[in-house]
């Protein structure tokens, strides 16, 4: 056999991997409808009960990924922050939430002793 002939089947190999084996994924992989269609039903239940849920969480994700990127740094580095700002308020919530409880009580405490 020529060079030419083990060049073109050589080719002609690599190009049927190069767009078969994609094409062949594509034609196995079931659409999600497919799939919905394959759960018993409640587990279609409790997906539709649900995916409105993980459609708002996801949108949320979106939302904070494009708050992220618009600032100058890399958008770990702004998520990092963002967490990090995010467990500061929640302790200072929960230090004012401790300290309006103790207020409650001590309020309580002064009412409910009663001088004779």
Not at 29 to 34: D, F, G, I, M, V
Not at 65 to 80: F, H, Q, T, V
Not at 94 to 101: C, D, T, V, Y
């Amino acid at each position: 056999m020529s060079r030419a002939g083990l060049y073109l089947k050589m080719f002609a190999a690599g190009a049927l991997l190069c767009v078969g084996g994609p094409a062949l994924i594509w034609y196995v992989t079931p659409t999600e409808e497919e799939l919905f269609k394959r759960y018993n039903p409640e587990l279609q239940r409790r997906s539709l009960e649900n995916r409105e849920g993980r459609q708002q969480d996801f949108d949320n994700f979106v939302g904070k990924l494009k708050e992220y990127s618009r600032s100058n740094k890399p958008i770990w580095e702004a998520a990092a922050e963002d967490e990090a700002r995010t467990r500061t308020n929640a302790a200072e919530e929960q230090r004012r939430k401790a300290a309006e409880i103790q207020k409650r009580r001590d309020e309580i405490k002064r009412h409910s002793i009663i001088p004779e």
